[in-house]
């Protein structure tokens, strides 16, 4: 009970920081950030990889040569703790990526902090951390393939997968 | 590899002759007028080894040419043509069409089915030989044999050891940006006989490293869903291996100058930190232990020194340490962001990438942090590597995407010291994070 009334008080908290926060990224439809969720019977199915996506949002956005999560970064990765919690037997892999504008060792560097940062925040909300496991792909999987601000914004990112459940 | 004989031709080399009096490059000096060089086509006895003295000839000027200190004379303008590489030149004939530097070569065919390939070096102003030198090899590696009679000229008229002999080990680029097949592959300095050496279908190679003393290399390998490892490749043998298994991601490898031990990063919760595995205990010693991300060792030609990557200090700067890791210390205070040292094989220098101002800049810097230099600037360009002289710095350099996100190739080149004579290097298609060989035993 306690630790549901502690992650209440982050969305509260959450949900203000992200109202002030209009600086996040550029964000197309295949970014799947796209939050708004509804019950539909024809939805995919519960527990699944997309279901993950549309429900909590699998990525979560760094500003540039930046590891901290954003309030919204937060927030998405709260969403994800409460899935978690739904398919208990889910195992994930947090993948850290980066913008090309960076040399390609340090970037390996950068991306490992931004799936470490993300998956501690996801073990601070209750998340067993035997079933995270991390990945730095560097600047080297790109989503976005084009050399704009708004490429590299979705670029710098940490991206949750389902890569096992149980049951 | 196939090997290569060499033989002085002392025999009927002239006397040597007061160094003053020769005709010689200094390659410290920004500004050379590229040295007027005279080349013909090496002569043989039949159509084969004609042939062949063809095409030794057109490597040799390639090689002499590109290095940015020759001008090679077009053939179409020489007057003499050379009957025998033991007859003497007829000079006023070369000194017409201006040329210092003459270098007259005979390719014959040895009795064992090899082929001996003999080369004079001649001073066209003083009249004199420079020196002679003649390589026994087998015939399908002529290539070799025209590299090392470039090294030779090079080495006579600079004084230097040359690196024409060489090869570059680079990751070769197939697909779209977002799904990247990148492959190990292998070639000749000037871009000839490129072999792939890993298929890239299981696993991304990411900046591979040629050991200083033998023909192996370690690189990173880029896996799905696991953190990528560091491994060692043979190229002799064809064996890989994964240099230690490790929880956390380890990459940025580099052989020390001996080739003994293998510097990386390894990485654990996140955080990375450098250390140096000895290749024949496989043991592990940890150099630095601090909470910024510490990458991109590189260590001095002595040994004694490691300069690498941190962003201790909030941005990413080139910091110096003991081998043992202590007495670290900054040496970059620019504006901008400083990576990816790599110590020259001289030893007096630390090249580098510099981002400023949304652009990325190759450049050298002293071990001690003065002398600051940059050769090239571009949208993106980054991952230097020496030629073992220590003349040519080659790297990769990559174009931005149109708008659509097509587009957008990565490319090898190379810069002199002086930041002159920046040329692109040929590869078979996308080429990315060059590592020069040392020269070929």
Redesign the interface.
Same mark, same amino acid.
């Given at each position: 009970m306690m630790k549901f009334f502690k992650i209440a008080g982050i969305f509260a908290s959450l949900a203000l920081v992200a109202a002030c926060a209009s600086t996040g990224p550029d964000l197309d439809a295949s970014a799947g950030a796209d939050t708004t969720t509804s019950a539909a019977p024809t939805g995919p199915v519960p527990g699944s990889q997309a279901d993950l996506e549309n429900s909590a949002g699998h990525r979560v956005f760094f500003g540039y040569d930046e590891y901290t999560l954003t309030g919204e970064a937060q927030a998405t990765l709260a969403r994800q703790a409460a899935w978690l919690k739904e398919y208990p037997e889910t195992r994930i892999l947090v993948a850290g990526n980066c913008d090309e504008r960076g040399t390609r060792e340090y970037n390996l560097a950068l991306g490992a902090r931004r799936a470490e940062a993300a998956k501690s925040y996801l073990v601070s909300l209750g998340v067993d951390a035997s079933r995270i496991t991390t990945v730095s792909y560097g600047k080297e999987r790109p989503i976005d393939p084009r050399s704009t601000e708004a490429a590299w914004s979705v670029n710098r990112n940490a991206t949750t997968t389902i890569t096992g459940a149980g049951a | 590899m196939k090997r290569l004989l060499i033989i002085l031709l002392t025999a009927i080399a002239v006397a040597a002759t007061p160094a003053a009096a020769r005709v010689t490059i200094d390659i410290t000096q920004g500004n050379v007028d590229p040295m007027p060089v005279a080349a013909p086509n090496f002569l043989g006895a039949d159509e084969a080894t004609q042939g062949l003295g063809r095409d030794i000839t057109g490597v040799i000027m390639n090689d002499l040419d590109r290095s940015g200190l020759f001008q090679v004379i077009d053939q179409r303008a020489y007057i003499e043509k050379p009957e025998s590489v033991n007859q003497r030149p007829r000079f006023a004939d070369w000194r017409i069409i201006n040329a210092q530097v003459l270098i007259v070569g005979e390719v014959e065919e040895l009795s064992d089915g090899r082929i001996q390939v003999a080369t004079r070096v001649w001073d066209v102003y003083s009249d004199e030989q420079l020196g002679a030198v003649a390589f026994k090899t087998p015939a399908d590696n002529w290539r070799r044999a025209a590299h090392k009679v470039a090294d030779f000229v090079y080495k006579t008229l600079t004084g230097e050891d040359g690196y024409f002999d060489t090869r570059i080990v680079f990751v070769h680029e197939t697909g779209?940006?977002?799904k990247?097949v990148?492959r190990l592959m292998i070639m000749d300095q000037d871009g000839a006989n490129p072999i792939p050496l890993t298929d890239g279908l299981n696993y991304?190679v990411?900046?591979p490293r040629f050991s200083p003393t033998q023909q192996q290399i370690t690189y990173?390998a880029?896996f799905d =869903?696991?953190?990528?490892q560091v491994y060692l490749f043979n190229i002799e043998t064809g064996e890989q291996e994964q240099l230690g298994t490790f929880r @956390?991601?380890t990459?940025?490898p580099r052989f020390s100058p001996d080739g003994r031990e293998v510097m990386m990063?390894m990485?654990r =919760? @996140?955080?990375?930190d450098i250390f140096n595995m000895d290749l024949s205990t496989r043991r592990l010693t940890r150099l630095t232990d601090n909470p910024s991300?510490d990458?991109?060792p590189t260590m001095s030609p002595d040994g004694r020194r490691i300069a690498f990557?941190s *962003?201790r200090g909030g941005?990413?700067q080139i910091y110096t340490m003991n081998a043992d890791g202590s007495n670290q210390k900054r040496i970059t205070f620019g504006q901008g962001?400083y990576?990816?040292p790599v110590w020259s094989p001289r030893g007096d220098l630390i090249a580098f990438?510099r981002?400023y101002n949304?652009r990325f800049y190759i450049g050298v810097i002293r071990p001690d942090g003065t002398g600051e230099r940059l050769l090239t600037e571009s949208?993106?360009e980054?991952?230097p590597t020496w030629s073992p002289n220590g003349r040519v710095i080659m790297f990769y350099r990559?174009t931005?995407?149109r708008? *659509? @996100?097509?587009g @957008?190739s990565s490319q090898l080149w190379s810069v002199d010291l002086t930041g002159r004579n920046l040329r692109r290097v040929r590869t078979p298609g996308d080429a990315s *994070?060059p590592a020069w060989s040392p020269l070929l035993p």
């Open positions: - | 779209p940006k977002e990247r990148k991304q990411l900046t990173m880029l =869903n696991r953190p990528g @956390g991601m990459f940025a990063s990485e =919760n @996140g955080n990375s991300v990458v991109s990557t *962003d941005t990413p962001r990576q990816t990438t981002q949304g949208y993106l980054e991952g990559q931005p995407t708008r *659509d @996100g097509t @957008g *994070d």
